[in-house]
């Protein structure tokens, strides 16, 4: 009886949308994530909203948050299972154990690398805009964000296909709970963080997209195809800024 229970929650997960991704361990640690970043979310958009005196020092609240995610996160223990061995390091293909030397020799060029290739795609976004007749409200809210993401894109694409699905999963997972509190936690100190029509509907339709894929984690849901659909939510947030900007 146990078995079929299990079997029968196997094809309840996998379909439709293909097989889920990862097992019930997986989920838990990726809708832990999200649960973290969610509320840091809803606060940071709620101080958007209003103005008082003291809320630039708030963004430091947002580095403290995310040193307590960072150091429970160490302090776990738990590094998600085995994802196959390391490939050997570039700058010394042939050695068992690299030297610290060439792994941060290494680590320092990938993201010098990193830098330079998203200052680029920037700048030539802001030439790209105006020629496509885009403004650079619709540049910045559309366009812009892609080159933040192109890291974790690549990274997840390689993971995936090494098939280390885990490893891209936890990698976007982590990635977004940095970008609500690091950057929202420079932009309460040194910008007015006033938020207008179109960064409030972009903030509604991202924790839209997060309760979605936090609910489908909690229920073992999460398949290729409902991972998939979450690109739904960033052709509502273009559709509805048409009328936010027009």
Do not use: C
């Not at 994530?33 to 809320?55: E, H, N, R």
């Not at 068992?96 to 020799?105: D, G, H, I, S």
């Not at 885009?134 to 974790?152: M, N, Y």
């Not at 409030?200 to 997060?210: F, N």
């Amino acid at each position: 009886m146990l078995l079929l229970e299990r079997r029968r929650h196997r094809e309840r997960s996998a379909a439709p949308g293909g097989r889920a991704l990862g097992d019930e361990q997986d989920m838990r640690r990726l809708a832990k994530d999200q649960s973290w970043f969610l509320p840091v979310f809803a606060v940071k958009i709620a101080l958007g909203l209003v103005a008082f005196a003291v809320k630039p020092v708030l963004g430091l609240l947002f580095f403290a948050v995310y040193a307590v995610y960072f150091w429970r996160e160490i302090r776990s223990g738990d590094d998600g299972g085995d994802d196959g061995e390391l490939e050997p390091l570039k700058l010394q293909p042939s050695a068992a154990t690299p030297a610290t030397w060439a792994v941060v020799l290494q680590t320092l060029a990938a993201v010098a690398v990193i830098f330079g290739a998203s200052q680029l795609f920037v700048r030539q976004l802001d030439a790209i805009g105006p020629m496509l007749g885009l403004s650079s409200a619709v540049t910045a809210l559309l366009l812009s964000p892609v080159a933040t993401e192109l890291p974790e894109i690549m990274n997840a694409v390689i993971w995936v296909r090494q098939g280390k699905t885990r490893l891209a999963l936890a990698n976007i997972s982590g990635a977004m709970m940095i970008q609500a509190t690091v950057p929202s936690g420079l932009g309460l100190l040194f910008t007015d963080w006033e938020f207008d029509g179109a960064l409030l509907w972009a903030g509604l339709v991202t924790m839209a997209a997060v309760v979605y894929l936090l609910l489908t984690m909690r229920a073992h849901r999460l398949t290729p195809g409902r991972l998939a659909f979450a690109a739904f939510f960033y052709l509502v947030f273009a559709v509805g800024l048409v009328p936010i900007l027009g």
